[in-house]
């Protein structure tokens, strides 16, 4: 049975405005996450996101469908069993949303004490924290003395004080600078690894889906648009709109700005190659995808000049994929014929002349 299930999820909130019609936040949504995963919510500002972790642990009320963590289902649960169940579910924010007036070991203890821990048990869980965040030096500082990502680290350790099962991260990283988000990134993967900790972590950065999650759902208006394994969903999302969204995250895809640019300097025919090459650990399928190499040869022999203008390449764990963008020269006969002409597993998507753009 999945840690986390949704069925049928619906969150509509009443108008902000007399006379404007009721917000649907959450439209709709069926989600099972497993224990022991990381599952990422990946999706544009406003697709229900945060809406979708608050109703996880019972900070909203669904308006309609199920929700149950551990089996225990959340709607109509009363106050007392909910506030039991949130002992069992940790979260994190973006502002870290830590306590300013009290120190470390303060913001720490709070849920302990909340829970009515006795003071030698949260003095002994307090320390082994510190230790596993690093920051044991930092037992007495006040919030406003440490760094981002030391505070995160409090708001991390603060979140597991009470031993959850279950670790809500809503953009964790977001407010933290790329190197600061590796270090907090680390930390989150031992707690997954080392704690065995599930988590749902909220992201729009493809850093944080690619080193932690395994598994991902794209939601946009509400709705779940497509769902499944990290590098399935962001090597070749199946749905127009979550291919619009990964486009934005993942190296290698030029933005619409940059594709302008690119077609004033390249008149010729533009085409981007998306390559997969499954890696270690790919299925037999992705295995057998051909190299950039096996490509490259392809297109000489077809007589075909090329330059590659555009490009990069995603590492998920060591699979691999990537988008080549290249200005092809040549007649549109050789265009056409060099194209027809690549080995099967090279994904190609024509982005000036002769074909559909984007
Ligand atoms: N308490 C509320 N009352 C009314 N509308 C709300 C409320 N909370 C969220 N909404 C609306 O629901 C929609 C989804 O918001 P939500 O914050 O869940 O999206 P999100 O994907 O987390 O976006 P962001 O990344 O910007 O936080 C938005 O249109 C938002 O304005």
Redesign the pocket.
Known sequence: MPLVSLRDVRKT?PA?TRGAPP?T?VDGVDLAIEAGEVFGIV?Y????????VRLVNGLETVTSGSITVGGVELNGLPERELRRLRVGIGMIFQQFNLFTAKTVRGNISYPLRVAGTPRAEIARRVDELLGFVGLADKADSHPEQLSGGQKQRVGIARALATSPRLLLAD?ATSALDPETTHEVLGLLKRVNQELGVTMIV?T?EMDVVQTLADKVAV?EGGRVVEQGDVFDVFSDPQQASSRRFVSTVVRGVPTEEELAVLRVRHPGALVTLSFSDGGSSGTSAAAAAPTQAEVFAALSRAGLGFELVYGGVNDIRGRVFGHLTLALTGPDAVVEQALASLPDGVGITRLANGGPRG
């Open positions: 909130f902000a917000v936040a999706g500002s406003g697709a229900g996101k945060s809406t979708l953009e909220i729009h939601m």
